[in-house]
């Protein structure tokens, strides 16, 4: 922005002479040209097409913005609407396999797994085990599991805690045969 | 009728005036020829033929459109036309949505409201879009207009549930009450302030035709909910807010089995849910009438195959807040969709979601893809493989926005020849000035392709590493243009120049972070007159240029933001407009009115 200023006060006088002939004239377009010229200059490179959508895209904003406002085009009006269930608290979505129903808890009220795994039992009305890292949990049919970040399906217990309540999308209680295989 | 005595034409030569028969026939036929004409296009064009077409359309005319609430004063239009039925008037420009403007920009309903009160007591019909509405006018007009029926405001703001609840009470035979993408409470961080509005409505059988509150923030009364729409037999359209699960959505579809457009509110079961409230007979298997289906706004995907059963009667489908279902999910119900027209849906759905669509949607129209946010991990959700395999499978289309991160110019050329039937191409593509993403060249040729191809476009939205090239073609082509958005593209003033002197009927031209400067926006004086309004945000527009046209043009508005500190030549923002009145003097402090 700092360049485009400095082009202007140097053009001045052309630039905000107003013509009422016809556009289109050639002394204009010579005129069109020169200005242009300097003015494509700035325009940033094509960028890389690993770009992350609207992340990247802020870093490489021409100086003058720091942040580019209304791109890309999304109403404040929807970004709101996701951020209200976001506000109060995690939720996040419960199911136990073979259960026709859901339940949905908020993760933030647990202080640690051994809360939220007696949440869990008392919701479902089962046992759940004994969680060890190397093997899974041992006791009962079922093992807690969930969906991260990342659309992988984990162990409930594998990753800290604070990790867990920030990265955990849903939770599925698994049973039987099926839950061997986390 | 009444009224024609007092208007009885004054300026007829004397011999005439002796014989009033020929006139009176002249007027009678004339007022009852016009009667037909409703579009307002025909209107305004029979209004021009000679001062008593233009008085009768005067008398006759019920329907009134304003597509900009400071081209005209409020005293000015009711002095023209004294039969007013409906209104329609249009405040801010589009860009506002993204944040684009101050928020106390102005498009105040309150002077058009005081105008109406006093000049149409048998208004029955209020359509506002981008305006900003108080609580304190829903009240009035509830108080103005005993005939008052239908109430929609669509991205409106200003008002919370004491107005709702004003309308409510005070409209009578109100039919529609339709409150679509309006921001209605949203700064309310508590809700004991809220008015419980659904409770409001009249004892007794009600008129409700349309009932949409989807995007009101606060909780709902349920029960009276429940009870309203009991009483409400003529209701066709419901779509409710987030607050309303599963459980009570149900309950009302069972109360209301002839419902055609349904918003589903929040598709989920609230956190204190007994165990034996949690299964749930699905009243969608009944439903014969569901033609349109919207809202899941926080979708638990388990229920999902609930709606199985409508899906092969939907015509029209909003998934684009089904935030937690993934693409097999998404799938499963588009696959079942055959009869669907209108589909508007997140990326989530990936390309191979759009390959479904392009299988079973075969009278598909309409397609939004929206992008809500980034996903996490995932670089391209949509792509030219899903608007190819669109346009190879839905070849009736005829609007289609899709936000993408990468596209190429080979799939745009490819829908541009399978659906020459395109109206609205609307291509976000996310990150700035993204070229072809196979071959690298800019994206001209596909845009050039759908100007060229797609012969009956009005509206073009583009985006991606465009040069001059790209400008030409819509120039040369784009005749029928009549809204063109321009973002993050373009090389030098040739571009805009192609544009204001090639698109004949261009109406509405957006143009943010362009090259554009002064000797671009001089070639289009004299197009401005035609236009209904210009918006050029961070481009290379100066302050003077500006104003010498604001002086150089009469009755051409000018409006200049700049937020920075110290003064500057360069413009932030120039939203330019014809006025045929003075221009306003609502505009907050940032704002500098030229003219």
Known sequence: MENSVAYDKDLNMKDTELRLGLPGTEKNEKEETTLSVKVSNKRPMIESSKDNGSKTSDEEAPPSKAKIVGWPPIRSYRKNSLQEAEASGIYVKVSLDGAPYLRKIDLRIYGGYAQLLKALENMFKLTIGDYSEKEGYKGSDYEPTYEDKDGDWMLVGDVPWDMFVTSCKRLRIMKGSEARGV | ???????????????????????????????????????????????????????????????????????????????????????????????????????????????????????????????????????????????????????????????????????????????????????????????????????????????????????????????????????????????????????????????????????????????????????????????????????????????????????????????????????????????????????????????????????????????????????????????????????????????????????????????????????????CIIGRYMPDALTQPPMDEGVGAIVMNCKKLTRLDVSGFLTDRAFSYIGKYGKLIRTLSVNFAGDTDLGLKNVLQGCTNLQKLEIRDGPFGDGALCCGLQHFYNMRFLWMSSCKVTRQACQAIAQTLPHLVLEVINTAQDPVDDVELLYMYRSLDKPRDDAPKLVTVLH
């Open chain 2, 1 to 427: 009728m009444k009224n024609r005595n007092a208007t009885k034409p004054r300026n007829y030569p004397l011999s005439e005036l002796q014989s009033h028969n020929p006139d009176h026939v002249l007027e009678i036929v004339l007022e009852t020829v016009l009667q037909f004409l409703t579009s307002r296009r025909d209107r305004n064009a029979a209004s021009l033929v000679c001062k008593s077409w233009w008085r009768t359309d005067a008398l006759t005319r019920s329907e009134l459109f304003i597509s900009n609430c400071y081209a005209i004063s409020p005293r000015r239009v009711v002095s023209r036309f004294s039969r007013i039925l409906s209104v329609t008037i249009k405040g801010k420009p589009r860009l506002a949505d993204f944040d684009m403007l101050p928020a106390d920009w102005g498009a105040h309903f309150s002077q058009w409201l005081t105008a109406f009160s006093t000049a149409y007591p048998w208004l029955e019909k209020v359509h506002l879009k981008r305006m900003s509405v108080t609580d304190d006018d829903l009240s009035l007009l509830g108080d103005s207009f005993a005939a008052f029926k239908e109430l929609v405001l669509v991205s409106c703001e200003g008002f919370g549930t004491p107005g709702l609840a004003a309308v409510a009470t005070k409209c009578r035979l109100l039919r529609v009450l339709d409150l679509e993408e309006s921001l209605v409470d949203i700064n309310v961080s508590d809700y004991s302030g809220i008015v419980d509005w659904i409770s409001c409505f009249p004892e007794g059988e009600t008129h409700l035709e349309s009932l949409v509150f989807d995007s009101v923030f606060s909780p709902i009364n349920l029960e009276a909910l429940e009870k309203l729409v009991a009483r409400s037999p003529s209701l066709k359209r419901l779509r409710v807010n987030g607050h309303v699960k599963i459980f009570h959505l149900y309950r009302l579809m069972h109360i209301a089995p002839h419902l055609t457009d349904l918003g589903t509110g929040s598709f989920d079961v609230p956190e204190d849910t007994e165990d034996d409230e949690l299964v749930f007979e699905s009243p969608f298997a009944a439903s014969k009438s569901l033609v349109c289906l919207s809202g899941f706004r926080d979708i638990l995907p388990e229920y999902l195959p609930d709606i199985y059963p409508v899906c092969g009667n939907l015509t029209f489908l909003d998934f684009q807040y089904a935030d937690i279902i993934d693409t097999d999910q998404i799938k499963s119900v588009v696959s079942r969709c055959h009869k669907l027209q209108t589909l508007w849906v997140r990326d989530a759905i990936f390309d191979e979601g759009l390959q479904v669509v392009a299988q079973t949607c075969k009278d598909l129209r309409e397609l939004r893809v929206y992008h809500l946010h980034a996903s996490d991990g995932v670089e391209a959700p949509v792509s030219e493989v899903g608007l190819e395999a669109i346009s190879r499978g839905c070849r009736k289309l005829q609007y289609i926005m899709f936000f993408c991160q990468r596209m190429t110019n080979a799939a745009v050329v490819a829908l541009s020849r399978n659906c020459p039937n395109l109206v609205v191409f609307r291509l």
